[in-house]
């Protein structure tokens, strides 16, 4: 299928680049060739020097008549207007990017049905959501729910202390509801059975019912952990004032520092009970007078990925609790959690999986990218046809890169074993390493 992406900045280059991956025939369009560059040199894609926005342009051979155009530049307008034109043009779904959080909330339906726009993007409004599930959940690094809401899946690191480390699978009395689904470990993906175990400074995943999970999480709560009270943040953009008025509503005490006036003034009238300070967040004299160090969670979410690692690194220095980082660059994933930052969020790649998962349909709900899109969360509905429809686990020959972790039938979620037989309807969650991706959605597929 043929993907076409107006804006080659770099949401719509990490799009492209998980979306070549998976072999779609991707086309990118900018107005400006220096974008296209970086996208010409790293990616194998078709790019297009030209107006996104231009009937002219939707009329170029290798545009007109695609399956599906995204358009990701930074103005909603010209994202909106390149949709209208792509449905005239014979393209057959479109995805535009919405930054305007009073479009999403006052306007999403009536741009869905008006502007031919298929599905909206708000990567800051993502963000925020997925940083709160994951504070909502204490010593959680990730947080997922599927199947609304009927599953969860829940990421936690493996401490020196933790009673569940050199342990066999086989021999750890999980709770029923709670499934061990992988490991990561020194870059790899480990599909456990059981004679593996945990080891110290695993990322660990479980997946299960979220009344289990939740009970289950406690176990990795550190002794001096406490209820969420205090918060702060770092940073007024659209992600800082979505974040903050969501923890607002939930009676979290929040503290805003922002160095831009005019942000520091719209979010001080966006809350509540919260209050935003005009200030330096790299001023250690102004942290500590507003009590960094009592502070249960520092999150920084300005818009320079650099920074906002200094920004975390100093508040640990000063004693806060724990940190949580924003980053644009997926690279920096990596580096950030190997000097202690405690959770790191990539906006991109949480924007890339919505996408990915519009993008594959043929019975795909949801894709939720894991370890810096090395593996991948997958929820998907199982097809009348499909080669594992109406066949047991243990006799489907399911590739040995993905494990099936949970199923939900009639309402009903479980987890699965090998005698558990497969219907269509059926929503089953799946973890897969994410260059098998493809070879495993063929299993679930109907016969087109």
């Known amino acids: 299928m043929r993907i076409v992406i107006v804006g080659a900045g770099k949401l ?74 792509a449905k005239k043009h014979g393209v ?45 959940t204490p010593a959680a690094l990730n947080v997922e729910d599927f199947a609304h809401g009927k599953v969860r899946l829940f990421e936690a690191k493996i401490r020196r202390r933790s009673k569940l480390a050199g342990v066999p699978l086989k021999d750890l009395k ?60 770092i940073g007024a953009g659209r992600t800082g004032r979505a974040l903050a008025r969501l923890l607002d509503a939930q009676k979290v005490k929040v503290k805003v520092i922002e160095r831009d006036q005019e942000r520091c003034r719209l979010m001080a009238e966006q809350l509540t009970d919260g209050i935003a300070i005009y200030g330096d967040g790299t001023d250690i004299d102004l942290l500590m007078e507003e009590g960094v160090g009592s ?47 405690d959770v790191v969020v990539s906006a991109r790649l949480l924007s890339a999986s919505e996408v990915m998962a519009f993008a594959r349909r043929g019975g795909v709900v949801s894709v939720s990218y894991l370890e810096g899109a090395k ?37 009903t979620a479980a987890i699965p074993g090998g005698m558990t037989e497969l219907l269509p309807g059926d929503r089953i969650i799946l973890f897969i390493q994410t260059k098998f991706a493809q070879k495993v959605m063929k299993y679930f597929k109907g016969k087109d």
């Open 92 to 136: 057959t779904h479109t995805v535009a990017r919405i930054r305007d959080m009073q479009f999403m909330s006052e306007a999403k339906d009536y741009l869905k049905e008006n502007f031919d726009i298929d599905l909206m993007l708000n990567p800051e409004l993502i963000t925020a959501h997925e940083i709160n599930r994951i504070l909502m």
């Open 295 to 341: 502070a249960d969670v520092v999150i920084c979410l300005t818009e320079d990925d650099k920074l906002n690692l200094m920004l975390a690194l100093l508040a640990k220095h000063l004693k806060a609790r724990k940190t949580v980082v924003r980053v644009a660059r997926n690279e920096y994933v990596d580096l950030m959690e190997k000097v202690g930052v």
């Open 12 to 85: 719509g280059y990490s799009i492209a680049e998980v979306l070549s991956q998976e072999q779609f025939d991707v086309v990118m369009v900018d107005h400006e060739e220096g974008q296209l560059e970086a996208v010409k040199n790293t990616l194998d894609v078709l790019t297009i020097h030209a107006n996104g926005a231009s009937p002219i342009t939707m009329n170029d051979p290798d545009i007109k008549g695609a399956g599906i155009l995204i358009a990701v530049t930074g103005s909603d307008e010209v994202n909106m207007v390149a949709c209208i034109l």
């Open 375 to 411: 593996a991948e969360a997958m929820e998907v509905i199982v097809q009348e046809g499909a080669p594992v429809a109406h066949k047991k686990l243990m006799e489907a020959k399911l590739p040995k890169e993905c494990l099936v972790c949970a199923y939900v039938r009639n309402g």
């Open 174 to 233: 999980l709770p029923k509801g709670v499934l061990a689904g992988m490991i990561f470990r020194d870059h790899r993906m480990i599909i456990p059975h059981g004679d593996d175990s945990f080891m110290v400074h695993d990322n660990a995943y479980f997946i299960g019912m979220p009344e289990e999970i939740e009970k289950f999480s406690q176990n990795f709560v550190q002794r001096d952990a406490r209820k969420l009270e205090r918060v702060m943040i």
